[in-house]
Each structure stands twice: as C-alpha cells, then as structure tokens.
C-alpha cells in the first residue's frame, strides 16, 4: 500500500480519524445545533459581534409563507435557503428583478410562485440534513469583492477557513464554475484553490480533484492571487470559531466588496478537500496545534501561531 | 532533524482494540465452547433435496420357482445413489447391469408370501440439458439400433404414425431440435391428458387422449417415426407432502445425449427436481414371474431433521446452554428470531463498506434492509425489481413536482404510486406463474418510498451522475449483502450460536475505532502518492 504510505507521510487526515480524533472527540453535539442552523448561527455571530448576512424574512409554517412572499415582493435581490440546508443544497439567489419575474441562477426568470414553492419545500424538510421540519430564511445577496469575483464564474465564491482548537490551520476559496451551476461546492465541479495562511495568497488550485492553474472558464490565472485584508478575515473566522465553541469547525466566509469578510455558515463536520486544494495533509499542523496550545491564548496570538503553521510547511 | 521514521498515527486507541478484542474473544469462546465441548453442528444439516426412498414388494407362490424383477435407479445426471439395502426374504438377489441401467432380481422358490425390500438415498437436484438448435450429428449406430425402431408397444411403423408426421411438415432431418419440438408441441398441445385414458399409443393418438404412460408413449413412438431415437423412462415423483407416484416421461437422442422430456408433466430440456429416474429404456415396472399375486409400494421420506431432532442437536446436556438455547422456543417465534438474527451481520457488513471501503450509499441501514427485504427473491430479479420501481417513483415524482405538493402528502402519492407499481409486478406475477415476483407483494413498500425521495434529491441537487453512482454503490452494497441474508449456513450459525452477535459487536468496536485511511480516501488523495510535482 504505497499510496497509504504516501498519505501517511504527508500527514493527510482521512474521514476516519477526522471523525474520531477531531470532530467526535471536540465538537460536542448539544453543539451542532448551532451551526447547522443557519438562523442559530447568524444569532451566535451577532451577539458576538461579528458580520453576517442581513436577515431580510424568515418562514417557519407553512402559513407564514404568504407574509414571506409578501415580502419577497418588496425585494430587488437576495438569497432563499433553508436553514438546516446540508452542502449548499436548496439555496436559491435571485440577482435580480425583470418586471414582475425573478432573475434566477443562471438567468432563469423564476415566478414569484416558483418561489414560495421552494420555501414551501424547504419548510417541509426537504433539504434538510435530516428531513426533519426546517425553516425557510430570506437573506441579503453579498456582492463580491472585485478580486474574487474576477476568477469565479456565475455565482458566490467563498473562502473556508479550518479552525483548531481557536487556531487557523488551513485555508480554501472555492469558486464556482459554469459546471458547478454557480454553486461553491467542490464535489459539483467548483474549483478549490488553496490560500497561504502566511501571505494569503492563493497557491494551488485543483478541479474535481485535479490540479489546475487557470480557471476553466475564464481562464484567468488562479495562482498567487492575494485576498485582500486576509489577515482582517482570519480572525473573524477564529472569532466566529470561538462563538461557535466548537472545537474542530470549518467556517465559511464570503468576501463583501463593501463589508468585506462576512460568516456565511460554519460546519462542524468540515470536509477534507481542502488538503487537495493546499497539497498539504492537515496532521501536522493540528499536532502542532495540540503541542502549542494552552489556555487563554489571546486572538492575535492564535492568528499569527496560524499564520506561523503556513510557513513552516511552505519551505 | 526529522525523527527517525514517521511512527504513524496509530490507527486505533487501545482502550477500544482491547474492548473490540475482548468481545470478539467472549463471543468465540463461548461458540467454540459448544462446538468442541458439546459437538454442536456448525453446518445445517439438512440438505435439500435428500429422500429415502423405500420399494416394498409382497409376492406370492406356490412353490415354484419364479422371480422378481424391479428397476433400480443409478446415479446420474440430477441425482446421486447410495446407501442402498435390500431385504431379500429366502430369495437370491442380484443387480443386472444393462444398457446403462439397473435391475434388481429376486430368484427363488416363491413360496407362501415373501416381503422384499430395497431402500436407497437419493439426492436430486434437477438437470437441465443443452439442446443444441440448428443441425446437430446423426445419432451413433448403436443407438439408434437400439431406441430407432419399432416395437409393438412403440409402433413407429404404423401408416397412422406417418399420416400423422405428414400433417406436420416437419422441418428437413438434419434439424433435429427443431423436429423434436414441433412433434413435442403436437403431443403436449393436441392431446389431452386423461387418468384412465389408454397407454397404447395408437389408441392415444386415435382418441387424442392418453395417460401420462401413454402419452409418453406416443412421443416415443413418433419421434422413431421422426427418425429421432427415443425411449422411454420411468421414475418416481418425490415432493414434500404428497405421496409418492410413478412417472413416465421419455427422453431422445440429441445431438450427443439424451434429452428428457414429458408431454404431460410439462418439461422440455430438462429434468425437474421433484424428479427420481428409476429405468430408462422401458416402462416395465416391478414384475414376477412364476408367481400367483404380486404387490408393490414405494415409501418416500424426505430426510431431514425434523425440528425436535435438529432442537435435540442443538440442546446439550448442559443446564447453563440448555436455558439459554432458543431451540426451546415456540416455532413461530424461533422463525422470526431466524430473521432478526441475522440483521446484526448485515450490519457488519454495512459497517465494513462504509467506514473501511467508504463508498457512499443512500441512507445508513438502507441497503441492509433491501437485501433483508430481498431475501425470498433471486437476487438479479430482486434487484431488477427494485430499480424499476424506483425508476416508476422517480418518474412519478418529476410529475408530481408541476403540482407543488407539500412534501408529506407527496410522499404518501410517492407511496401509492411504489404500491401500485408493486401490485402491478405481482398481478404480472400472477399471470406468468413466476412466484417469485408474486411475492414482491410482501416487498416493504416504505422503504422503496424513502429510496424514490432520497434519489430524486440526489438526482436534483447533485445532479443524475452522483446519483446514478450512489444508486450503483447502494446496489453492489445490496449484492454484496444479499448472500448473507440467504445462507442457510448463516442462519444456523447465528440462530444456533446467538453469542456471535457479541463477536459481530467486537468487530463493530473494531470497525469503529479504526482511524487509517478508507479505500474511498486513498482514492480521493491518490495525488499526494504521486502527481503533484507535474501541475506546478
């Protein structure tokens, strides 16, 4: 087993152990209820103060939908998604108005029927993690920094950070492509890029596991693009982590040309990708996480221990 | 500066090998307890298809000396012989050897009443014979010296058995399957069968009525006529819960073998497991000679252990395992304990798929309970069965979509639709006389329900690849779980070994402690092995 051998020696965290050894063993579930609902977690940001998406309606029954249209009507541009939504799925963006339809994903006009539908469907748990009732939340649409926006075709590109134990260990952007269908999620074709926790400037970038240089749309040059107030984004990430109080959490983020970094969601079971898009296994840096932590470690500290994990391994 | 050799994290915490070890080693100590100790059987033992056959003759003389003549079966294609005994009463028995085929004779003074007996096991299987279509050789001389003529009971000669090929404008001769079908065809079809109907096979095909003798007969006789050489055969039909019969049937020569074949009984090609060849080559049954009475039985048991035999077996002389042996609970309850027993190794399975293999499937236990569901059907069929009814579901959902249903009531139309789909398979069931899908009506329909959803979500979220490819995972982890669920083996071991389920839970400790690398990972990360140098 050669392969294995290679993973090993890299230090790749594969699904078992990070089950076992990290989210298992640091993410509590009495926790996760604050991260998989999306309502719960924008409340956790706000009372921490830290930027979210403006919450623009919410639906919980079925009767409240018509109030919900009622005020979708009102509305040029925003997000429809479910608040338990599991990967991405059953998020709606609307980018626009034409008259009386809506401007879906990828110019579809959409009714305002089609709408309510679909906050109908989230509402009876059909995207749910686990079927179970949800709750249909209507949310500002982000504008995205210019810088991002160039290399990411038709829809949101977004930048996870790993936080351990109050420490960043790795970070992502992922950028939709046409065959992504504008989502960010890399099991549906959206490119991963990794981003230098030292420099933040993005390093290496894979495609449906395949590494790339350019994006397959625009063919834009992928590599050394630097985020813009990487260091600013990082400790919002850690501070959401630590609002979260989870103790192995992937936060998601989305660069706002006008707020900049704002938490999109967080996941208590965040995916392993992301050592593709860094090259990097995630082992050693959450080893010298454990080796280096201590109590009451301030933010800054943290911040730059992280920053600190990107260079060593950069040689 | 680097340490010797990276170690590796270990791949599982002590505390949890140990506990996995030490259920494992509970659960077979105790297993190996009563196999060693007490000799409990491993294996079921009882094999299908396994009878013993008894032949009971009662003659009568007075004084002369006669004999007794009886065709004995031999081991052939279908069944297997042994273990045979006779009880000659005062007579000289001796097996004769001919033509392939045996024969029993009782010799003797036949005086006052004798009881013979011959007893055998036999174990029959059924067999199915190629027939080769198109031109196949001519039959080897001998053969057809043999079984190709006419005899006064398969009168092939006879101006009414030609008159009758005539009308049939069989094909050339050289097309020899095809001949044997069309005339096959002719007797099956055209002539009724009928108890006490005549065997003379003239008379059969006179009074288009025959009993099974004769309307084997009648084949035999218009095949030679046919130029196709064929013979009689006679046997017994052995099947659970009705007594046993004599049967005849007839066989024909072709290509290079002998093909069986019955009008009556309805094959073609093959020889029904239900089926015991006693003699091949000729009707004759049980006769004497030189005797004033004769009568003849045939006892047929089907051996196997009967429920307290086999609970005897498993129940040893030990207080402790004797209270805690399910072979003392009511039957009804041990079937569905049978069942449930089995669920834990599925589970195993599942266990060992997902978290060492990794592949992804459609919900956790979903795949265990379609092959438990699975588990009266052949498994192509079953499969068949449960990817055309998710195709219905999934059709029946894109419509049902237009209408923008709330989902509850949508699920329940989804079920309705899994219902009629699955009262359909069953009314088609029911029309082709195939049982197995007419007990697709007892198919968990929910389950199939859950399954339509679950793929319709997949199919619209991610797209018809990813669930196609989970779909096919689901299936091969369905295959893969299936043959457990239908082992005979399994289900004894676990009914008769319940302590397994604590071994399956070592394992279960293992499987979930184990933090290397699954298959599915090394596949995602196979690029760390090798191909990053070559991008950058």
Sequence with gaps: ?315 | MRKAAPAGPAVMNRPSLLTGLLLIGIGLAFFAWKVWGYDLPVVPDDPEGLWRVELVITVRGAGERGSVRAPLPSSGPGQIVYDEHSAADRLRFEIRREEGQRTGIWRGRLRDIHEISHGFQVQLSGARMEVPGGRVEGPPADILRLYGGPTPRFPADAPETFAVLESLSLPPPAEVTARLRSIFALVNHEIEDAEQASEDALIVLANREGSERGKAGLLVTLLRAAGIPARPVTGLWLQRGTPVTEASWAEAWVGDQWVPLSPSLNFFGRLPEELLVLHAGSFEGVTAVGAEAISYRYHALRERLSPEELAALMMPPNPLLQALSLYRLPVATQAALRALLLLPLGALFMAMFRNLVGLPTYGTFLPVLIAFALRDFPLALGLGLVTGVIGVGVLGRLVLERLRLLMVPRLSILMCMVVLAVTALALLGGTTENRNLFAGVLFPIVILTMLVERFSIVLAEEGTREALVRGLYSLVVVAAIYPVFQSRTAEHLMFGFPELVIAVMGWLVLIGAYTGYRVTDLVRFRAFGSRWREAS
């Design chain 1, 1 to 315: 087993m050669s392969i294995a051998r290679a993973l090993r020696e890299a230090g790749v965290l594969g699904i078992n152990r990070r089950n076992a050894s990290y989210t298992l063993r640091w993410n509590p579930r009495g926790l996760h209820p604050g991260v998989d609902d999306k309502l719960q977690t924008k409340r956790l940001c706000e009372q921490a103060g830290i930027p979210s998406p403006k919450l623009l309606a919410v639906a919980r029954h079925h009767f409240e939908l018509r109030e919900l249209s009622r005020s979708l009507m009102r509305l040029e541009d925003f997000v429809l998604k479910p608040a338990r939504g599991a990967m991405g799925n059953g998020i709606l963006v609307v980018r626009g108005r034409e008259g009386e339809r809506f401007v879906g994903p990828g110019h579809r006009p959409l009714a305002l029927d089609d709408l309510t539908y679909h906050a109908a469907s989230i509402i009876s748990g059909l995207y749910a993690l686990a079927g179970q009732p949800d709750q249909a939340m209507v949310e500002e649409r982000l504008r995205v920094h210019p810088t991002l926006a160039e290399i990411a075709t038709d829809g949101v590109p977004d930048i996870r950070v790993i936080i351990y134990r109050g420490v960043p260990v790795m970070a992502m952007t992922r950028l939709p492509t046409r065959r992504s269908g504008g989502r960010a999620n890399i099991h549906q074709g959206a490119v991963a890029a990794g981003i230098d926790l030292r420099t933040g400037r993005t390093a290496h970038a894979v495609l449906e596991g395949r590494a790339v240089a350019r994006h397959p749309d625009s063919g834009h040059n992928l590599m050394g693009r630097e985020i813009p107030g990487f260091a600013a984004l990082l400790e919002i990430a850690v501070r959401a982590g630590d609002a979260s109080q989870l103790g192995y959490v992937g936060v998601d983020l989305v660069l706002d040309a006008n707020r900049g970094p704002v938490i999109l969601e967080m996941n208590a079971r965040p995916g392993l990708a992301i050592q593709l898009a860094n090259r990097k296994g995630l082992l050693p840096r959450l080893d010298a996480v454990d080796a280096w932590w201590k109590p009451h470690r301030s933010l800054e500290e943290r911040v730059a221990f992280g920053a600190s994990l990107g260079a060593s391994r950069a040689k």
